[in-house]
């Protein structure tokens, strides 16, 4: 009988130790699924993703490297570090196609009433110019849209109609503000009074 007591606890501790070791382990499934990042496919290559209890889960790596943030992994922390990209600038003459260099009207108009101020003046229209060349945008991590505006320019340049919104969203794309377009903003803004 003795023998058969500990026979009986041998296979409980067994037993027992195979269910907490099962309890840190999960069954997943592998998730075949296409990747694209700003309208790129991407090819996943070496990397698997996979389903667990209805989450995607991605290697963090493989999205790291297809949007520009740096990733490290420190052993010693048992940290996983992630940084932004670094800022890409793009300079709005990129972004509105065009050079500012033959601007020949600009009409200015505030959200809060409508009114239209037409600039034909050749110094302001300068000086516009020479601010509108400067300035460098950042995209916006939150593309969701905004409401309203302070005023917007429409820029007649030779045979071209461009419109810059104070609110920065250009082409579809949202930026975030810089020295420069607040600069411009003032600028603006200080026309209106006069």
Same mark, same amino acid.
């Given at each position: 009988m003795r023998k058969y007591v500990i026979g009986f606890v041998c $296979? #409980?501790?067994v037993s027992m130790s195979t269910i907490v070791y099962a309890s840190d382990? +999960?069954?997943a499934l592998l998730f075949p699924v296409n990747f694209s990042f700003n309208g790129n496919k991407i090819d996943l290559g070496e990397y698997k993703i996979l389903n667990y209890e209805n989450h995607t889960y991605v290697p963090i790596r493989f999205v790291a490297e297809n949007t520009g943030i740096s990733i490290r992994y420190s052993a010693h922390d048992n940290e996983i570090f992630l940084n932004d990209a670094p800022a890409q600038y793009i300079p709005l003459s990129t972004i509105l196609k065009s050079d500012f260099d033959n601007i020949t009207k600009i /009409?200015? &108009?505030f959200g809060d009433g409508g009114k239209v101020i037409p600039i034909n003046e050749a110094r302001t229209i300068g000086e516009i110019s020479s601010k #509108? &060349? /400067? +300035?460098k945008l950042r995209k916006k991590n939150d593309q969701s849209p905004g409401f309203g505006y302070l005023y917007y320019l429409t820029i +007649?340049? $030779?045979?071209k109609e461009l419109k810059y919104f104070n609110t920065l969203? #250009? /082409?579809d794309v949202s930026y975030e503000s810089t020295q420069l377009t607040k600069e411009l903003d003032n600028y603006i803004l200080s026309l209106r009074s006069n």
């Open positions: $296979g #409980l501790f382990s +999960i069954q /009409e200015v &108009k #509108l &060349k /400067e +300035i +007649i340049a $030779g045979d969203s #250009l /082409e």
